[in-house]
T-cell receptor
Framework: AQSVTQPDIHITVSEGASLELRCNYS??????LFWYVQSPGQGLQLLLK??????LVQGIKGFEAEFKRSQSSFNLRKPSVHWSDAAEYFC???????????????FGTGTQLKVEL | DTGVSQNPRHKITKRGQNVTFRCDPI?????LYWYRQTLGQGPEFLTY????????KSRLLSDRFSAERPKGSFSTLEIQRTEQGDSAMYLC????????????????FGDGTRLSIL
């Protein structure tokens, strides 16, 4: 069964500092990996995705993530955090190559990011 | 692209009542998903439709839950005889068809319906 671990429940960074949010996954085949962001009372917004190709993927809002198969990781990074980045971040895994099937996502428990001014 | 729309945004009801939520997916998307999110947790998969066919259901979806997607457009999720444990955010997502290389398209989420059981 597929699973996602986000080891950090809460992270606090100063505005302008760099950020790295950790994500480890378990999946038996080639994974389809995502990072979503959720503001309070809102749905999830897709930041970026990885399914093949270059292991460093760029997303919206200046975020990037690196897929490391050997470490089963897909960590999210941003070189300089803005106060508006404060939110909850979810890593998710799904099937990338599915014939005739769906793509249900399995999410981690999330990392709450607080930005200090 | 008007996004995924969910109604109502909030629902408060007494234990034992029935509730129904509606999801309108992005118009060209043929796949529709329901997830449930409780406080402090990530979303958990409930069920999935491709067009009007319900292709997969999680064991989280007890017999009190039923989902439909008539004509492959909007979807409804009904919970009968609600219980305290049903209190959660119910999220709907939709996605397009497989791309040219057979890969699943990313899911786009609505803002959810928050259910509170008194």
């Amino acid at each position: 069964a597929q699973s996602v671990t986000q080891p950090d429940i809460h992270i606090t960074v100063s505005e302008g500092a760099s950020l790295e949010l950790r994500c480890n996954y378990s999946y038996g085949a080639t994974p389809y990996l995502f990072w979503y962001v959720q503001s309070p009372g809102q749905g999830l917004q897709l930041l970026l995705k990885y399914f093949s190709g270059d292991t460093l993927v760029q997303g919206i809002k200046g975020f990037e993530a690196e897929f490391k198969r050997s470490q089963s990781s897909f960590n999210l990074r941003k070189p300089s955090v803005h106060w508006s980045d404060a939110a909850e971040y979810f890593c998710a895994v799904g099937a990338s190559w599915v014939t005739g099937g769906g793509n249900k996502l399995t999410f981690g428990t999330g990392t709450q990011l607080k930005v200090e001014l | 692209d008007t996004g995924v729309s969910q109604n109502p945004r909030h629902k408060i009801t007494k234990r034992g009542q029935n509730v129904t939520f509606r999801c309108d997916p992005i118009s060209e998307h043929n796949r529709l998903y329901w997830y449930r999110q409780t406080l402090g947790q990530g979303p958990e998969f409930l069920t999935y439709f491709q067009n009007e066919a319900q292709l997969e259901k999680s064991r989280l979806l007890s017999d009190r839950f039923s989902a439909e997607r008539p004509k492959g457009s909007f979807s409804t999720l009904e919970i009968q005889r609600t219980e305290q444990g049903d209190s959660a955010m119910y999220l709907c997502a939709s996605s397009g068809v497989l791309n040219k290389t057979g890969e699943n398209q990313p899911q786009h989420f609505g803002d959810g319906t928050r259910l509170s059981i008194l």
